[in-house]
Nanobody, 120 residues
Framework: QVQLVESGGGLVQAGGSLRLSCAAS????????MGWYRQAPGKQRELVAA???????NYADSAKGRFTISRDNAKNTVYLQMNSLKPEDTAVYYC??????WGGGQSTYWGQGTQVTVSS
């Protein structure tokens, strides 16, 4: 069974940093596009950052200059380094990945979400 497991969320003061990790496990042939989304209370889920297998990245305007997405293809893991955090970054952060399993097709998988809370 293919799944994504996230870690690294928590409570941090404004201006602080956090690093999120998301590891894909199971019968995975390849991990293609991977990304991070977030959803704040009362708001829609939004893209924070995405990265292709080749390393091309895309960021939301709110993340540019503060967040860095990276990945380790050998470990099927994606990371989100978040610096200069602001209270408005408070949200549940979700990992998403386009994974191709052995003997199967490609599907988009989601992690369970990890809470990030930034205090002012």
């Amino acid at each position: 069974q293919v799944q994504l497991v996230e870690s690294g969320g928590g409570l941090v003061q404004a201006g602080g940093s956090l690093r999120l990790s998301c590891a894909a496990s199971g019968s995975i042939f390849s991990a293609n596009n991977m990304g991070w989304y977030r959803q704040a209370p009362g708001k829609q889920r939004e893209l924070v950052a995405a990265i292709t297998r080749g390393g091309s990245t895309n960021y939301a305007d709110s993340a540019k200059g503060r967040f860095t997405i990276s990945r380790d293809n050998a470990k099927n893991t994606v990371y989100l380094q978040m610096n200069s955090l602001k209270p408005e970054d408070t949200a549940v952060y979700y990992c998403a990945a386009d994974l191709r399993s052995w003997g199967g097709g490609q599907s988009t998988y989601w992690g369970q979400g990890t809470q990030v809370t930034v205090s002012s």
